[in-house]
Nanobody, 123 residues
Framework: QVQLVESGGGVVRPGDSLRLSCSVS????????MAWFRQAPGKERDFVAG????????AYGDYMEGRFTISKNVANNAIDLTIKSLKPEDTAIYYC????????????????WGPGTQVTVSS
């Protein structure tokens, strides 16, 4: 069993940077894949980035690589997502997810989800 809680969301201005954090509790093993998804109003849940709990592999969604960086925060037992040069179209609820299996961008594969954190980019 794994529990996930996101934090770090808020209202930011275009061009700002933001770091979201997913606090992980329970007993994830090296078999686990952790990921960030986001969902804007009226849109599907999109894969942003994923990382193996071992932190040996990462993957990014379409058009995500470059401004988004996923990393394992060993000190806080968390998975962080850093977003640079935020744009209004980045406005969404950002979710952390986990499951025991290969790195994948399919939301349906993930068994564990956090409640989400709202990111609003507005001038």
């Amino acid at each position: 069993q794994v529990q996930l809680v996101e934090s770090g969301g808020g209202v930011v201005r275009p061009g700002d940077s933001l770091r979201l954090s997913c606090s992980v509790s329970g007993q994830p093993t090296s078999r686990y894949c952790m990921a960030w998804f986001r969902q804007a109003p009226g849109k599907e849940r999109d894969f942003v980035a994923g990382i193996r709990w071992s932190a040996l592999n990462t993957a990014y969604g379409d058009y995500m690589e470059g401004r988004f960086t996923i990393s394992k925060n060993v000190a806080n037992n968390a998975i962080d997502l850093t977003i640079k040069s935020l744009k209004p179209e980045d406005t969404a609820i950002y979710y952390c997810a986990a499951y025991a299996g290969p790195l994948t961008n399919r939301a349906l594969s993930y068994d564990y989800w956090g409640p989400g954190t709202q990111v609003t980019v507005s001038s």
